[in-house]
C-alpha cells in the first residue's frame, strides 16, 4: 500500500507543478492557431472595405460584408440635357461644363451628349460656364448661367447650343483657270479638332457650326504637282459666317 500512495502523491505532485506551464502551452498554442489564420473574423465585427489602387479594385476579405454606404441626403443632384440638333457636329470632348459651388467647390464636367448627371453637389447657389475643351485661361465662355440646388433634390436644365461659327472659304489659282481647283482638300484645325472638305467646282468650299476663336486653315497642293500648298491664320466669329479667299501659286 505504502507503493501505491507514493505513486499517489508523486501524480498529484506532478499535476500541480505543471499548472501553470501547462496553462501557458494552451494559451500560446491557440495564439499561434490564430496567427496562422489572421483572415478568421469573430462574430458581430465588420470587415475593412476593399482596396483600391487606381482603377484596380481588391476584392474583399472573406466573410462578413459590409453593407453599402448610403447617399448624401443632404446633396443635391444636377441633371443637364442638350437642346437642339448643333450638338452633333461639335460633341463629343469638344465642350467642358465648369461649375463653381459652395466652399468654393468646384467642377469639370466634359459634355458627351445627350443627358450629363452630377451627383454629390453641395446646397446652395452654383455657378455655371460652357467653355472650349480643354478648359484654359484664355478660352472665352460660350455660355453663363447661374443656379440654386437644394438639398436631396434634382435640378434638372436645359442647355442651348452655343453661339457658333461658319466659314466661306475660296481657293483660287494665281494665272490659272478656276477649275483647276476643283476637288483640292482643305483642313480647319480649331479648339474643337480638326475638320475636314474638299472644294467644289468653283475652288469654294463651306465649314458649319465651329467653335468661335482662332482657327488655322490649311489648303493642300493643288492636282498638279508644281502647285504649293498655302495656310492661313483665321479668327471665326459667332453669327455671321466668316469669308477668306486663298490663293494657291505654280
Known amino acids: 500500500m505504502g507503493g501505491f500512495f507514493r505513486k499517489v502523491l508523486v501524480f498529484l505532485v506532478l499535476v500541480l507543478g505543471l499548472g501553470i506551464p501547462i496553462a501557458y502551452w494552451v494559451k500560446g498554442k491557440i495564439a499561434r492557431a490564430e496567427t496562422r489564420n489572421p483572415l478568421s473574423l469573430s462574430p458581430g465585427l465588420e470587415e475593412p472595405a476593399p482596396l483600391k489602387i487606381g482603377d484596380l479594385s481588391l476584392p474583399p476579405l472573406p466573410g462578413r460584408s459590409a453593407p453599402p454606404p448610403s ?112 476637288g483640292i482638300e482643305v483642313r480647319l484645325f480649331t479648339q474643337g479638332g480638326v475638320r475636314t472638305t474638299r472644294t467644289g467646282p468653283a475652288g469654294t468650299f463651306t465649314f458649319k457650326h465651329i467653335i468661335p476663336g482662332m482657327a488655322l486653315l490649311v489648303v493642300a497642293g493643288g492636282p498638279s504637282s508644281a502647285m504649293g500648298g498655302t495656310c492661313q491664320e483665321i479668327r471665326l466669329e459667332a453669327g455671321t459666317p466668316t469669308k477668306v479667299a486663298l490663293e494657291l501659286r505654280r
Open 71 to 182: 447617399p448624401d441626403p443632404e446633396a443635391a443632384t444636377l441633371e443637364v440635357h442638350l437642346q437642339g440638333e448643333a450638338w452633333r457636329d461639335i460633341l463629343p470632348r469638344t465642350l467642358t461644363l465648369v461649375l463653381q459651388g459652395p466652399e468654393k467647390t468646384s467642377r469639370m464636367v466634359p459634355l458627351e451628349g445627350g443627358t450629363t448627371l452630377l451627383r454629390g453637389l453641395l446646397p446652395g447657389t452654383w455657378s455655371l460656364e460652357m467653355v472650349p475643351s480643354p478648359p484654359g485661361s484664355e478660352a472665352a465662355p460660350l455660355w453663363k448661367g447661374r443656379l440654386r440646388l437644394q438639398a436631396g433634390t434634382v435640378k434638372k436644365i436645359q442647355l442651348p447650343p452655343p453661339p457658333l461659327a461658319n466659314l466661306v472659304g475660296k481657293v483660287t489659282l494665281a494665272g490659272g483657270p478656276q477649275e483647276k481647283c476643283a
